[in-house]
């Protein structure tokens, strides 16, 4: 804490003797660290490098701090109000810890006038003030990368931000990041509704650490680049591009279509027929329930409008404990034939939703399709016969 208040106070005195420093003297830059293996780490980090080598001051402030200990942060979590904090760690301390974890660095240095280099480094420090360093976090529209996107757009008056042919939606770019992770990928598909699958323009797509790097890299202002130079600062010893890591054998895909084949098994087999029935409901049912608390219970804006409750209908975690039973009455079964026909109707028409759905859930919606004509194919009259 001693040398992060030195740290500061030398800041004040670099800005309060500008007039003794060229502007040369003050380099700011940005660091973009490589992604890591792990789903936390997937997507990268950015942050803002300030160095003033006559001051002896080198540090980088990190809009990337969250607090595992502040008060109710699961709850928080879980309701889209996650706190997230401006730190400033030494830049020898903040490269170390992806040298450990053996992760690559850039840095680009900015090309800054007097007037721009002190609006950044006032700015800096006054977001670092504790009243305002904390900010509602959002994945999409507000996070380490963003917040340093805003900040160099303001410096540049009239800034040219490089256009492209490519518009992917936010999911496609955040799928580019998770071939590794197919779990994560498959969670994530179905936990984010269709907002995270509208069009992306190059302002938007800056959320994502790598895509800042590259466009700042081809940015220009007054027909000049405004990056003076890149730098490696540290490449990993080894390099293996995450498309050829193999994800492991027991993928979405590979688990949901052992539930088909376990779906259609049960056709013929009477013994446990009525347990596999309620599992697979009762977890679609559970996973509705899911669904519907991100949609309308939490704060997450990319959670709205899911068309995932369309084969994950809450109402199924309560209907699966009829399936336990050896009676079924004629709501029950007109419940299931209701639920296979939607299922049916989905598969049908799911190359033309508006939201991508995740592909794995195709044998999974044709398991619950098949269990529930198979329900309500269960007379009342021969119900203890049922399977």
């Known amino acids: 804490m001693k040398k992060l208040i030195t740290g500061c106070l030398l800041l004040w005195c670099s800005i309060a003797a500008a007039q003794q420093l060229s502007h040369s003297d003050i380099r700011i830059s940005l660091l973009t660290a490589d992604p890591g293996e792990d789903i936390y780490a997937v997507f990268g980090h950015s942050g803002v490098r300030v160095r003033i080598d006559r001051w002896d001051y080198d540090v980088v402030y990190n809009y990337g701090t969250f607090n595992f200990d502040q008060p109710n942060f699961y709850v928080n979590f879980a309701r889209g109000r996650m706190l997230y904090s ?8 903040f490269v170390s810890s992806y040298i450990y974890e053996n992760r690559g660095m850039r840095e680009q240095v900015f090309v800054l006038d007097s007037a721009q280099t002190m609006y950044v480094a006032r700015f800096l420090e006054n977001n670092f003030l504790p009243e305002n360093r904390e900010y509602l976090y959002h994945f999409f529209l507000d996070n380490c990368a963003t917040r340093i996107r805003d900040i160099i757009l303001n410096v540049y008056e009239g800034i040219e931000v490089p256009q492209t042919l ?19 990928r498959f969670g994530i598909d179905i936990g984010l509704g269709l907002p995270t699958d509208q069009k992306t323009n190059v302002f938007e797509q800056m959320f994502l650490p790598d895509y800042l790097h590259d466009v700042f890299a081809k940015m220009t202002h007054n027909g000049q680049p405004i990056v003076s130079k890149t730098e490696v600062v540290f490449a990993p010893d080894t390099y293996r591009p995450p498309a050829i890591v193999p994800p492991g054998l027991i993928t979405p895909m590979v688990v949901c279509l052992f539930v088909l084949i376990l779906a259609a098994m ?3 087999v009477r013994r446990g027929a009525r347990i596999f029935d309620f599992t697979l409901f009762f977890a679609a049912g559970l996973t509705g329930f899911l669904i519907v608390f991100l949609w309308f219970f939490t704060e997450h804006t990319f959670t709205k409008n899911n068309l995932n409750i369309i084969w994950a ?4 975690a309560v209907m699966a404990f009829f399936l336990l039973q050896k009676r079924r009455n004629e709501i029950v079964r007109k419940y299931f034939l209701a639920t ?4 049916m109707m989905l598969l049908i028409s ?17 398991a619950l399709a098949l269990r529930g004509f198979r329900n309500f194919r269960v007379s009342p009259a021969i119900s203890h016969h049922s399977s």
Not at 86 to 93: K, V
Not at 313 to 316: A, G, I, K, S, W
Not at 340 to 343: R, T, W
């Open 313 to 316: 209908l809450p109402t199924h």
């Open 166 to 184: 490519e518009t992917p939606c936010f999911r496609e770019l955040i799928h580019r990041y998770l071939r590794q992770h197919p779990w994560g």
């Open 340 to 343: 296979a026909i939607i299922a």
């Open 266 to 268: 049960f056709l013929h």
């Open 350 to 366: 799911w190359v033309f939703l508006p939201q991508k759905l995740n592909p794995a859930l195709i044998p999974l919606v044709a």
């Open 86 to 93: 401006l730190s400033m760690p030494s830049y020898d301390r």
